[in-house]
Structures are given as structure tokens and as C-alpha cells.
């Protein structure tokens, strides 16, 4: 069974540090499309970034240069390094596998919350 | 990066159909056939419900379809039941630079 479990989320403050974890089960995330998504309080959804099974890397352009996605394939885990944290970076985070053929999310954890507040 | 602009809410009686719209433009929707879309239920994960404008993956009901024409794309839910009260959001593929854009979701009300 496919899961994914993010952690790692936490009250920090603006100008702060954070690294969120997705942990992977039933599938390899090294040979996948990895994305992070994140929907403000009453928002809807917003792409973040995307690790290709390549090693390629993407970013939306509000968190580019700040956010940074890597992957431990030997804990089969995602990660979403974020520096320099703003109040409008505050969400619930979530991970999902891409099927990137059909460039769809398949599978989605079920979020971490991040709040970014003085 | 614009998000895909859909209307904010959609509601029906049980047993009816309620159609929800994406628009974007030629450089998202209309360019590709790589249109999803996802239910959220509050406090939940979004599940994929239809994918590549009209799939959809296993376990998902029937009832559930999509299409599209030009810049927009389409959700039909038919047969309106309580469990389908949630938000909905479509995304697209928008090519090498954006390549992901969302919806900005679309509350459906069963009446």
C-alpha cells in the first residue's frame, strides 16, 4: 500500500528555518516525480516544487532561491528544506507523488502544518 | 504563475448534476491534455479523481466525468450524493518553466 507521512512542521519565526520530512512507503521515491504542495488557511492549493527521479529540481517562483527539495534514498524520504520563512509561507504542506506521464498527482500525504508568526 | 480560475461555489439537490469550469489559457489547459482534478474534504488530503481531462483512476466512481474544450475544462458530478459535498480543484500541466498551476477550487454544496 502506497503511503506518505509528512512531519516536521512547527510555529517558527519570519526570517526562520524549517525542514519538512516525507516519509515513503510501497513505492521507491527515487524512481518517481516528487512534489511539494501547500494550501494557505482558507486557501486553496499552490504548487511549491517538484525533485524528477533524474535528480531535477523546480521551484514556484514565490519560494525559489529560499525553499530547497532533496530526497535520502536510503530512508526513501522527501524533503523540503525553507530558509528565510515569511508570513505568507504559512500553509498546511503537503507531499504527493507525481505520475508524471500524466503529470498528475496520484498519491498525497496528509499534511503538515507550518506557521510562520513573530 | 496565475491560478486556473474556477467558480467559487456549485451546488445541487441529490440526484442532480452539478458542472464545474476551469479556465486557464494556451499555455496550460488548452495546451496539454494533462488536466486533473481533486476532491478535498475539510482537513483532509485532495484525492485524484480524474486525470488526463477525463480518466479516471480505479475506485472512483462513474458518476464522476471530465472534458474539455479550448482554454477550459470541465468536472460533471452526476447522481449528486451527500459524500460528494467537498471542495474541488482541477490543475494542469503548464509547461517547462510554470508546470504545475492549480484551480482556485470550487466549494460543491448538496442540498
Known amino acids: 500500500e502506497v503511503q506518505l507521512v509528512e512531519s516536521g512542521g512547527d510555529l517558527v519565526q519570519p526570517g526562520g528555518s524549517l525542514r519538512l520530512s516525507c516519509a515513503a512507503s510501497g513505492f521507491t521515491v527515487s524512481t518517481n516525480y516528487m512534489s511539494w504542495v501547500r494550501q494557505a488557511p482558507g486557501k486553496g492549493l499552490e504548487w511549491v516544487s517538484v525533485?524528477?527521479?533524474?535528480?531535477?529540481?523546480y521551484y514556484a517562483d514565490s519560494v525559489k532561491g529560499r525553499f530547497t527539495i532533496s530526497r535520502d534514498n536510503s530512508k526513501n524520504t522527501l524533503y523540503l528544506q525553507m530558509n528565510s520563512l515569511r508570513a505568507e509561507d504559512t500553509a498546511v504542506y503537503y507531499c504527493?507523488?507525481?505520475?508524471?506521464?500524466?503529470?498528475?498527482?496520484?498519491?498525497w500525504g496528509q499534511g503538515t502544518l507550518v506557521t510562520v508568526s513573530s | 504563475q496565475s491560478a486556473l480560475t474556477q467558480p467559487p461555489s456549485a451546488s445541487g439537490s441529490p440526484g442532480q448534476s452539478v458542472t464545474i469550469s476551469c479556465t486557464g489559457s494556451?499555455?496550460?489547459?488548452?495546451?496539454?491534455?494533462?488536466v486533473s482534478w481533486y476532491q478535498q474534504h475539510p482537513g483532509k488530503a485532495p484525492k485524484l479523481m480524474i486525470y488526463e481531462v477525463t480518466k479516471r483512476p480505479s475506485g472512483v466512481p462513474d458518476r464522476f466525468s471530465g472534458s474539455k474544450s479550448g482554454n477550459t475544462a470541465s468536472l460533471t458530478v452526476s447522481g449528486l450524493q451527500a459524500e460528494d459535498e467537498a471542495d474541488y480543484y482541477c490543475?494542469?500541466?503548464?509547461?517547462?518553466?510554470?508546470?504545475?498551476?492549480f484551480g482556485t477550487g470550487t466549494k460543491v454544496t448538496v442540498l
Open positions: 525533485l524528477y527521479n533524474g535528480g531535477n529540481t
Open positions: 504527493a507523488r507525481i505520475r508524471f506521464l500524466q503529470w498528475t498527482g496520484d498519491y
Open positions: 490543475s494542469s500541466y503548464a509547461g517547462s518553466n510554470t508546470l504545475w498551476v
Open positions: 494556451s499555455s496550460d489547459v488548452g495546451g496539454y491534455n494533462l
